[in-house]
């Protein structure tokens, strides 16, 4: 399974971003997805994942009520819509599948990863 990201880049504080996660060579509509995010001189954290179905989602807290997660099974696409950005929320943002299907929010869970895309937030 290739992993595919983008849609990153500057903005400012405020301001919103969608970035989009292109699935190819796989089964996409069974797994489960999840984004990811590594800031500069920190851990990798998670941001948001959903279920095959996109009917399920869970969010870290830091993100919950300013990032909505969605997919597209029809396009073998995910998205992170990222609203209300923070200079904190500057990352390099990766997407990842679980092919056993279980949602959760541990990066071992997830058995690909995309490349990720960098987003930078201005103050």
């Known amino acids: 399974v290739q992993l595919q990201a983008s849609g990153g880049g500057l903005v400012q504080a405020g301001g919103s971003l969608r970035l989009s996660c292109a699935a190819s060579?796989?089964?996409?509509?069974?797994?489960?997805m999840g984004w990811f995010r590594q800031a500069p001189g920190k851990e990798r954290e998670f941001v948001a994942t959903?279920?095959?179905?996109?009917?399920?989602?869970d969010y870290a807290d830091s993100v919950k009520g300013r990032f909505s997660i969605s997919r597209d099974n029809a396009k073998n696409t995910m998205y992170l819509q990222m609203n209300s950005l923070k200079p904190e929320d500057t990352a390099v943002y990766y997407c990842?599948?679980?092919?056993?299907?279980?949602?959760?929010?541990?990066?071992?869970?997830?058995?690909?990863w995309g490349q990720g895309t960098l987003v930078t937030v201005s103050s």
């Open positions: 990842a599948a679980d092919a056993d299907a279980v949602m959760g929010r541990l990066g071992s869970f997830y058995d690909y």
């Open positions: 060579g796989g089964t996409f509509s069974s797994y489960v």
């Open positions: 959903i279920s095959w179905s996109g009917k399920r989602t």
